[in-house]
C-alpha cells in the first residue's frame, strides 16, 4: 500500500476526533457496506467553523482524509468550508492511491452533509451536492 | 532451522528500531522457503542446468531430480509419482482443473460445473470466466461455520454436471469440508471431483484414494516452499482438456520447459513439512487456540469465525471486531511488527469485503472488521503473548472514534432496557 | 563470473573422468542462471518472502524489488514499466496472447490468427487448440531460410482477423524475422501484432515502440534467468482476456500469488545480459561463424539451415548431414562431451522431424539428420575447436554404417557419369 | 532418454556392422520419413545364417536393435532365424523405452526380408509377415 508520510501521520495521529456536544450542524456520509462511514460535528460562530470534530469508521485513508478535512475546514467560513474539494483533501495529504480517492469524497460529503444540517437548522435554504461519478474506478481484487 | 529463519527475519528488518518485535502471523498467504528447501534448490540454479527435455547425459541428474520430486508429492497424497503433474502455482492448476474438464467434455454434454461460494477467487474468478463462455456453473451455499451441505451438492447436479470443485480448506476462515463424503458421492455418481487443497496439503492428511478425489490443486508455497511453483494430481485415466499447450513436458500434459529447481524445491517441501505433521499440527494447534481463547476474553464483543478447533486447519484464527475496520487494524498491527490480514474491502481495493465472510452470514460491518490470522513452524507463544498484549488496545483505540461502535453500544443499551 | 560458472560446471561432472572437456552448445534450449541472478534471488526465498499484495510494511521491499524488474525489462523492450506482466512461462506468456485475444474479439467478430508453420509448439499447440474451439488460424509458409514474405501476411489477411503472431527469431534455425514491416502492416491494418520474442530479448535489439509490438513473449531461462518466469509486454490500451483467472495479482491480469524470487531473477538477467549485448553479440558471432566454417569445410555434404549470418541469431548454427540420423549424433557427441540439439523426430519421440525444418524445404532424411549447436555467453574458441576436432569424425563413422549414405553416395556417381 | 546399459554398449560398439559381398540374401526395412532404414545381408550354408551384417540408418536403439538383432540370428537355422520375435531382441537388450518399441520390430522385419530374400533366390516359397499394429503408440513431441 502507497500512503504518504502524511496519511499516515494522519491516520496514526488524528486531529479534531471526537463529538461536540450539542453541535451546531451534524452530518454523515457513507455506508457500512462499502467499509466507510464518516461522522461530522460542527460549532458554528458568526459563520465560522468554530470548531470540528470527527468519527470515522474506515480505512487509513477514510480516517487521515476526515482528520486532513477537519484540519483544513476549522476555523473557514461556512462559504469557504462547503467549497473545500475531495481532490484538496487529498492534496494536503500528498496524494492518496487511486482506488482509495473516493475516501477523500466522503470527507467532502460529510462536512456537506454537517453544513446542510446546520443551514437546515438555522432556517436557511441548503446547499446541492455535485456528484463524483467519476469517482467509482474499476477496483480490483487481491488475494 | 528455526533460529536460522527468525534471524533473517529480524535482521531484514535492522531499519526499524532494534527493540521492536516481529511476529509474522500470514502463513496463508505465504510461508518463508525453509532454508533446506532453498538448499536443495541450489544445484540447479547454476550448474545442473541442463533442460530435462534434452536427451543428453548432462540432463540425466535434472530429470531424477525431478522424478523423486514427483515421488515425494505422491507420497504425501497417496498418489503415484505418474499422477502428479507440474504447474506454475495453484492458481493454475485450478483454472486448468475447471477450463480443462468442460473444454474436454462439453462436447459430450456435460457442460456444468458445481463449486461453492466459499472458493478461492482462482475457482471463483475461473468459473465467472467460463459462464461467460457460455458454460453453466453452480455455487453451492454453505453454512455458519463455512460447511457445504452434503444435500446442497446432490440437488444440483444434473445430468449435465462435469465435474464438482469444493476446496479442501478454507484459505480465510479454515473451515475443513466433508471431502471423503463429497468424494465418495461424485465418484457413485460418475462425476468427475477436483479439490482445491491449497490450504491443506502438508497440513492436514490427505488421501486422494480412500477419498475418491480426482484432481488436486496444491501450492508450495503454502508449505515452506518457493512461490511460483504448483501442482496437479490427475487420477491415472483422467481426461481432460490441457490448459497450457506447446511443448511435450509433463507428459505431453502440462507446456513449457520444466522449472527443475522450483520442481525440487516443491519435492523437498511437501516432504519435509508433512513428516513434521504429525509434530506441528498440535504445537500449532494449542497456540492458535491459546490466541482466540485470549482474544475473546480480552475483546468485548469479538465473534470467531469458522468452525470451531478440529474442524479447521489448525493455523487458522479469523475475528470480527464489530465497529472498526480491517485495514485500519492491519495497520496499527504493524506499526507493533505484527503482520495478519483481514477481509475487508478496503484492504484490497475492492469494493465488496470478503465473499466468504458474506456467505457465512456475517453483516458488511462484521466482514469489514475482520481480522485473519495464521499460525506457522515459527510461531512460539511468546509472539502470541505478545499479540495478546497489544491487539486489544489497537481494537478499544479505533473502536473510541467509530460511529459504527457508538451505534452498536446505543444498539446494546436499548436492546438491554 | 565466466570462471566460476565453468567450474561448477565441471564439478558436476565429477563422476566422469576428470580427462574429458565439457562444452555445452545448447543455449537455445536453456542457459544457466548467471551466479548474479541467483545472489539477486537469494533474499527472497527465507529473509523477504512476504506476500506482495498484503498491505503490511513487511512487504514493502518485495513490492520495491518487483517494479525495479519491470522497469528492468521494460527497459530493454523501450517499453514503459505498466506494460510489463509477469507469467510463468515463456508458454504461458504464448498462450495468453492467442487465447486471451480471441476470447476477447471473437464476440466482435474477430475469430481470426494468423501465424506462421515455424513458430514454436507454444504457439502451433495453441493454435490448433483454438481451431478445435472453432476459431480460424492461418499458418504462413516460410521461404528456404525461413522468413515469412510480407506478402503472404498481406494476402492471409480478412475483416476477422484479430491478431497476428509471428516469431521475432526461430528457436531451431535462428533466423529473424522482418518485425518492424510485419509491426507497420499490423498497425496500419488496426489488427493486433504480437511476437514470440522468448529466443530473440536481451540477444538482438528490439523496440516495441519502433517495431509496433503490441504484445510480446519472453522467458527468463533464455538470458541467464531462472526457469518457470517469463513475461508479457502487453501495449497500454490492449483489452485482451485473462488467461489464468483468480486473484487480482499483476493489476488484475494475470493472478497467482507473485513469485518473488522468479521476478527479481528476470529482472537482474534481462539488464545484465542486454548490457552485455554490444560485447557478446560480436563475439558469439565470430565463434558461430568459425564453427560453421569449420563444419562446413570438414563434412562433406554437409547443409547449413536458416539465413545468412547478419540475419540469423548470433548462436545459432544448424545443419544437416544427409545419411544420419540426429539422436545418434547427439550421443556420440554426448559421449565427447559436447552437448547440442536436433530436428530429429527420434530424439523427441514425436513420428515427425522438425516442422520448422520441413517448412524450409527440406526432405525427411535431411531434416532427421539435422544438429543444433547454439553458443552462449561461456562458449570459447577453444571450445569450437574441440567440437571441429571430433564432430566430422562422428559424422563418418555413423555414416559409413549408413545405408542412406550408401544410397546417397551412389546417386551422385550415378549423376556425375 | 532412459537406455540400458546393454543398448549403449550395442549402440557405441555395434556387432556386424557393414556389407557382405555377394550375399545369399538382402533385405531392407525402415522409411527414411520415420528416420529409420535397416538392410540386413546374410550368408546362408545348410539352412543355417553362417554370416549376417546390417547397416542401418536411425536412432540408437535402431542401431542396438539391428546390432543385437544380428547376434541372435547369427548360427541360427532359417527357421529359427524367422522366429526371432521383437520382444526377443528388446529383452535382450535389457528392453527399451516404450516410444523406442519400433526400432526392435523393423530389426525383425528387416531380417525377414532378407529371408524372404534368401527364399526366392532359392526358388523357394516365401513367408507372411506378421502384423505389429499394436506398437504405434501414442508419441509426444519434447521441445
Ligand atoms: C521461440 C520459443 N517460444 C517459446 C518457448 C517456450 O518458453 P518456455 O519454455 O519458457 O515456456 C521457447 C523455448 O522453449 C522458444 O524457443
Ligand atoms: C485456497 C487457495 N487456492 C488457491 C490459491 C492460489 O495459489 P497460488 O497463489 O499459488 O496461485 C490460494 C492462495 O493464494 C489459496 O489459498
Redesign the interface.
Known sequence: ?AYSEKV?DH??N?RN??EIENPDGVG?AGN????????IYLRVKDDRIEDIKF??????S??ASSSMATELVKGKTVEEAWNLTNKAVAEALDGL?P??MHCSVLAEEAIHAAINDYLKRQGLPTREEESHDELVDH????? | MAGQWRNEFKNSRKGQSEMSRQVYLDYAATTYTAPEVVEAMAPYFTESFGNPSSIYSFSDRNRKAMTKAREQVAAVLGASQDEIFFTGSGTESDNWALKGTVWKLAAKGKDHIITTKIEHHAILHTGEFLQRQGYDVTYLPVDEEGRVRLEDLKKAVTDRTALVSIMFANNEIGTIQPIAEIGAFCRERGILFHTDAVQAVAHVPIDVQAMNIDMLSLSAHKFYGPKGIGAMYLRKGTRIENFIHGGGQEKGRRASTENVAGIVGLGKAIEQTASRMAESAPRITTLRDMLVDGVMKAVPHAKLNGAPSGERLPNNANFSFVGIEGETMLLDLDRAGIYGSTGSACSSGSLDPSHVLMAIGLSHEQAHGSLRLTLGEETTGEDIRYVLSVLPDIVAQRRAMSPLWEDYLKGLQKESR
Chains 1, 4 share one sequence.
Open positions: 500500500m499516515l491516520f496514526q488524528p476526533v471526537g454523515q457500512p457496506k462499502c467499509g466507510d462511514i464518516m461522522k468519527k470515522t469508521f474506515g480505512c487509513a477514510a480516517i492511491p482506488v482509495k477496483h480490483v481484487h487481491h488475494e
